[in-house]
């Protein structure tokens, strides 16, 4: 009877580690931890990685710098937090006080501990929800955002909508699997991008170690991010767990102008999550730089605009053209592909009048290679006006004179 016994609490608690929560306690006490070896290099010289859903995108663009299935659906897990949070900041002041339901306090996986009838601050909530990934700091912050969950939900996905996330849908604010609470790494890459103009986000992800008063009791938070005060210019964001989901990492990195975000998602282990994310992070900065293509842009515009034999049909007005300025020259280029940068630009060369001041006409684009970096408008710089009688009556007076005069 004994043997069966401890059998039984033995599937049972493999079961529920594998399967249940979202960064259990099995985050903090991971076997894999130790030193990241990095991952060898394929042919093109990108890391060979074995997390199943990676991107890296560049900060200020937008741009991929790197992709692995990353815009296939998957679930994401305590990632989720993210949304959770901004919806929260963007909601709430930080010093409310929320009442700990019972429903709260009650949810399972990885908790901060609070207890039914707790009052703790917005704040404190935050930092628990961010750093320790308390699922039931989560149902808390849902609660008093939006009454319940499912409501919380709602909000979730308008969000989601708002800020571009095209693959994405929200059921839960902690990620706990669901059929239905998926995203790609590719929107979780944007999403993130947007918390992190966020000051009060940005700094919380960005804590190791706070001490917060929780209920009663002043409480010691440990960030679960095991690269975060590790690998040089990483400066936040988020980890997550559920059997479903794999191990996930979020990760911010900066060094010197360069600043991306690494979204690895469905890796089997902890320790291979962090050598997936290292490797991304280490191969971008070794083969990407910022550079201003501003003058790329300038030189075949000015040259066209020079030489252009744009005409407008009956009209007697000339052809002004200009380009859209955009705010954003500099983009991640790779550092053996910056002599490959070329600019074309298509205009159409006959116009029917009459044409509205700003009519785009035309683009300008940059190529990388085989890929377009970026497109920009070129639009008429003034209104073309379509000829009338009294136009074509002084040219037939002008013409006539001409004619009898010679």
């Known amino acids: 009877m004994k043997k069966f016994f401890v059998v039984v609490v033995i599937i049972f608690t493999l079961f529920s580690n594998y399967y249940c929560f979202a960064d259990d306690k099995i985050e903090e006490l991971d076997e894999d931890d130790g030193v990241w070896s990095l991952s060898i290099s394929d042919e093109n010289g990108e890391p060979k990685t074995d997390s199943r859903h990676i991107i890296c995108i560049e900060r200020s663009t937008n741009s991929v710098l790197y992709e692995k299935d990353g815009y296939s659906r998957c679930a994401m897990a305590s990632t989720t937090k993210i ?113 992190l103009r966020n000051e009060i986000f940005c700094k919380i992800v960005g804590t ?105 049909i009956k009209s007697l007005d000339k052809v002004n053209i200009n380009y859209k300025e955009r705010e954003n020259y500099v983009f991640p280029i790779n550092k053996n592909k910056v002599n490959n940068l070329k600019t074309s630009i298509y205009c159409l060369y006959r116009l029917t009048s009459p044409l509205k001041e700003n009519t785009v006409i035309g683009k300008i684009r940059l190529m990388c290679e085989n890929q377009i970096l970026y497109e920009i408008d070129v639009f008429l710089d003034k209104k073309i006006k379509r000829m009338d009688f009294k136009d074509y009556l002084n040219i037939f007076v002008k013409n006539y004179k001409t004619f009898y005069s010679i």
Do not use: W
């Open 83 to 195: 949304l959770t949070s901004i919806i929260v900041l963007e909601n709430c002041d930080l010093n409310e006080e929320v009442e700990i339901s019972k429903k709260a306090a009650n949810t399972g996986g990885s908790t901060l501990g609070i207890k039914t009838g707790d009052k703790i601050t917005v704040e404190s909530l935050l930092y628990g929800l961010l750093l320790r990934s308390g699922n039931d700091t989560a149902v808390a912050l849902a609660e008093h955002v939006s009454g319940t969950v499912e409501e919380f939900s709602k909000l979730m996905n308008s969000k989601a909508k708002e800020i571009g996330l095209k693959n994405s849908n929200f059921v839960t604010p902690h990620g706990l699997d669901n059929d239905d609470h998926y995203t790609t790494a590719y929107d979780m890459a944007i999403l993130t991008n947007y918390a």
């Open 208 to 312: 190791k170690q706070i001490n917060k008063m929780i209920g009663k009791s002043d409480r010691s938070l440990n960030n679960t991010n095991e690269l975060l005060g590790v690998i040089n210019g990483v400066y936040g964001v988020k980890t997550g767990f559920t059997g479903n989901a794999g191990r996930c990492l979020i990760t911010a990195c900066k060094r010197g102008d360069l600043d991306i975000i690494v979204v690895v998602l469905g890796s089997d282990t902890k320790k291979i999550r962090g050598k997936d994310s290292i490797a991304i992070i280490e191969y971008v900065f070794d083969n990407f730089k910022m550079v201003d293509t501003k003058n790329e842009i300038e030189k075949i515009f000015n040259d066209f605009k020079a030489n252009q034999n744009i005409r407008a």
